[in-house]
């Protein structure tokens, strides 16, 4: 009884663990904006998308980097038994990290060009 009582909590800590990475993942999405259009055209629309670049390629690294935490968070709870307090605190931690996750990378987005971005996204990681 007691094992599957172990076996539900470190389940339980599973799943809400994969919310949490899903949740930031998904977030990541917002900093890629609709783009306003002064003028509605062809050309405008295309100029709009393409200053939007670091937005597509901040999302694309940080989702790749979240999705690199989950596969570890993945296999490493995969050899774990129980769930003890101390698992749990630690991997609290963590996701309080990838939940922040969405911050740095909207930084590094919308001011690409400028060094503090690019520090604060490198300190991040």
């Known amino acids: 009884m007691t094992n599957d009582r172990e076996h539900a909590k470190l389940e339980r800590l599973t799943f809400f663990s994969d919310a949490v990475f899903a949740i ?20 405008s629309l295309a100029q709009a998308l393409l200053h939007l670049l670091p ?28 769930a003890d307090p101390a698992l749990v605190r630690a991997n609290l931690l963590l996701l309080m990290a990838i939940a922040f996750m ?24």
């Open 24 to 43: 930031a993942m998904t977030l990541l999405v917002i900093e890629v904006r609709l783009p306003e259009l002064h003028v509605v055209s062809d050309h």
């Open 55 to 82: 937005n597509y390629i901040g999302f694309i690294i940080s989702f790749l980097v979240i999705g690199r935490f989950w596969t570890g968070h993945h296999r490493l709870m995969g050899m774990i038994d129980t």
């Open 102 to 125: 969405p911050f740095p990378t909207a930084i590094l987005s919308d001011y690409s060009l400028l060094r503090v971005a690019i520090g604060f996204y490198t300190a991040y990681l």
